[in-house]
């Protein structure tokens, strides 16, 4: 048995804060407002997501995902120990767990929900799409919530709940292009049929009007769970609201889906450096 020492657990930190800045760069900005002391144990929270959301680009089918997501398990119950201490994000995350007591259901909810991933069946609901963010990007938001605060009352976890949701959904559609290529349909089968689409509209890779009033309906329920989040946000009085930062990007990408030039598969919705950081600085001060 390996023992983790103190130089391999700053390693592993520092090895979380560098992926999170490289390939997930809406929360590592979101994470300089965050005090120093708690910014480290952030990253390894999100460098985790980073592994299990990746896993289904990395593997050549199913099973082998599977296989994955279940050393993850392994590693987070503590039956892997000297892999795990091996590993830079699961030492860090590890640790993290440890020091402020973060609740293993949460990992194990957003494990589950990822297996969604790997078998490349459309989404077959909203409320599954909801069900699924909340799984994922909600209980991000409300781990983060628990490293930040002393305390995360009730409005501070049910603003994590859509703050999550409308991260999500804004993030799918922002890759919806990545997922046309990949043939992963994450809009709602219900939302296309609604509007008189289909899985084979989505494939075609044509910008049908049917298809851009389904992703319309999608901005408009990202929207709801957005003044959803502002509103609890102003009932909260804990610390942990800072957390909840990246959600404040949301509107801005959801606005470039509704220029004329859309077209949800080719458009690369993104920000320049100075106004994802001047939304996220504006954010913060209206926090304090």
Same mark, same amino acid.
């Given at each position: ?57 990395? &593997? ?6 599977? !296989? ?6 392994? #590693?987070? @119950? %503590?039956?892997? +120990? /000297? ?97 046309? &290529? ?6 709602? !089968? ?6 008189? #689409?289909? @899985? %084979?509209?989505? +494939? /075609? ?84």
């Amino acid at each position: 048995m390996t023992m983790v020492t103190e130089q391999s657990l700053e390693a592993g930190y520092a090895h979380c804060d560098s992926l999170l800045r490289r390939d997930d760069p809406d929360r590592w900005f979101a994470c300089l407002f965050l005090p120093a002391g708690v910014r480290p144990h952030v990253h390894a929270l999100y460098a985790f997501n980073l592994e299990i959301a990746r896993i289904r680009e990395l &593997v050549s089918e199913p099973m082998l995902g599977e !296989i994955r997501f279940q050393w993850w398990r392994e #590693a987070l @119950a %503590g039956e892997r +120990r /000297s892999e795990a201490e091996s590993h830079p994000v699961a030492a860090a995350i590890l640790d993290t767990i440890a020091k402020f007591g973060l609740s293993g259901d949460r990992f194990s909810a957003m494990i589950d929900a990822r297996l969604f991933d790997l078998h490349g069946e459309p989404m077959p609901s909203i409320a599954m799409l909801e069900a699924y963010a909340t799984a994922t990007a909600s209980g991000l938001f409300h781990l983060a919530s628990e490293i930040v605060a002393t305390r995360v009352d009730d409005s501070l976890a049910a603003a994590a709940h859509h703050a999550g949701i409308a991260y999500a959904v804004t993030g799918l559609l922002r890759a919806l292009p990545w997922h046309f &290529v990949t043939g992963q349909i994450y809009v709602p !089968i219900e939302c296309l049929e609604a509007y008189g #689409a289909d @899985a %084979g509209d989505f +494939r /075609s890779g044509r910008a049908l009007p049917e298809l851009l009033h389904a992703l319309a309906h999608l901005r408009g329920l990202a929207r709801d769970h957005l003044h959803a989040c502002k509103g609890l946000m102003t009932e909260s009085k804990s610390e942990g609201r800072v957390a909840l930062l990246p959600a404040s990007l949301c509107e801005a990408y959801l606005r470039q889906m509704e220029k004329r030039s859309y077209d949800p598969f080719k458009s690369r919705i993104s920000l320049p450096q100075w106004r994802r950081q001047w939304i996220l600085w504006r954010a913060a001060r209206a926090i304090v």
